[in-house]
């Protein structure tokens, strides 16, 4: 994505993507999700991502998240009627 302008945003991105599928289950939509993801990000720092913080991750935002989610391939989405 053009957005995204260092390897550490995507890095940081991937992680975020595991980070909301360990912690955020449930029946969310996808602006809930990213508002949670954000504010725990904004809460306790970027290093929430990793029980093992790499120290090489830089901050993105909201939109690059969900622009990333929506390009996996494999992603599979329940209508939420």
Avoid: C, W
């Avoid at 992680?15 to 725990?40: C, F, P, S, V, W």
């Avoid at 090489?56 to 390009?71: K, P, Q, T």
């Amino acid at each position: 994505m053009e957005q995204l302008v260092d390897v550490s945003q995507t890095r940081a991105i991937g992680d975020a993507i595991h980070y909301t599928t360990r912690h955020m289950e449930g029946k969310r939509t996808m602006k809930q999700t990213i508002d949670l993801l954000m504010n725990d990000l904004h809460k306790s720092e970027i290093d929430v991502l990793n029980s093992m913080p790499v120290g090489d991750y830089a901050m993105f935002r909201g939109l690059e998240f969900a622009a990333a989610v929506n390009r996996l391939s494999a992603l599979s989405v329940r209508n939420g009627e």
